[in-house]
């Protein structure tokens, strides 16, 4: 059984960076390596948005609020995913979560459970 585990949120000042990591536990390296996946986040009274995705190639896709500022990324081997975010305000706080898009065989979508990233000064 998968199951996707968050770490890394926090208080964090303006300005200040992130880096989030996503762990699948239970899920085989096999498995992790033909996923897509990706960060959500979601703010109080806001629907939850994409942040990032990375595919099974390495390829990136960016919301508009992290280009240039945000760094998504994979290790096949360590079975991991990392969100590196700099230079964040306070609009960046909220619940984020990793997602990971396995094939349908294989129980397809995965969440966690979130990990509260807060922007405070």
């Known amino acids: 059984q998968v199951h996707v585990v968050e770490s890394g949120g926090g208080l964090v000042q303006p300005g200040g960076s992130l880096r989030l990591s996503c762990i699948p536990s239970?899920?085989?390296?096999?498995?992790?390596?033909?996923?897509?996946m990706g960060w959500y986040r979601q703010a109080p009274g806001k629907q939850r948005e994409l942040v990032a995705l990375?595919?099974?190639?390495?390829?990136?896709t960016y919301a508009d609020f992290v280009k240039g500022r945000g760094t998504i990324s994979r290790d096949n081997v360590k079975n991991t995913m990392i969100l590196q975010m700099n230079n964040l305000d306070f609009e960046d706080t909220a619940v984020y979560y990793c997602?990971?898009?396995?094939?349908?065989?294989?129980?397809?979508?995965?969440w966690g459970q979130g990990t509260q990233v807060t922007v405070w000064s």
């Open positions: 990375i595919d099974t190639e390495g390829g990136t």
């Open positions: 239970g899920m085989t390296r096999r498995l992790f390596g033909i996923s897509n």
């Open positions: 997602n990971i898009d396995a094939p349908s065989w294989a129980g397809g979508t995965y």
